[in-house]
């Protein structure tokens, strides 16, 4: 069975940067790609990027040119880069695993806080 973490998050002041990393242990089958989700406190989960196995990128509007997601296919890794953090970037972020299937596997998230 596999099991998503994620690790890094943290309190932040506006403009500060943070990195967060997520690693899916146990043999994963088949895996399309992996992605970044946050949801905030009353607000629904969105999606913030992704990337696929061939490393091809997307990314929310609010978050581009300002997060770069990476990853390490061969250690099933991802990674996220936030740069210039600001208030409403606060919230909960998860790391999803998607499978060939369509299935996801999610992590417990971990919380990331900017202030003003």
């Known amino acids: 069975e596999v099991q998503v973490v994620e690790s890094g998050g943290g309190s932040v002041q506006a403009g500060g940067s943070l990195r967060l990393s997520c690693v899916a242990n146990g043999y994963v089958y088949c895996k399309s790609g992996m992605k970044w989700y946050r949801q905030a406190p009353g607000k629904e989960r969105e999606e913030v990027a992704a990337i696929d196995t061939r490393g091809g990128t997307g990314y929310l509007d609010s978050v581009k ?10 250690k099933n890794t991802v990674s996220l880069q936030m740069n210039s953090l600001r208030p409403e ?10 499978a060939c299937s369509g299935r996801y596997t999610w992590g417990q998230g971990t919380q990331v806080t900017v202030s003003s």
């Open 65 to 74: 040119g300002r997060f770069t997601i990476s990853q390490d296919n061969t």
């Open 89 to 98: 970037d606060t919230g909960m972020y998860y790391c999803a695993l998607a």
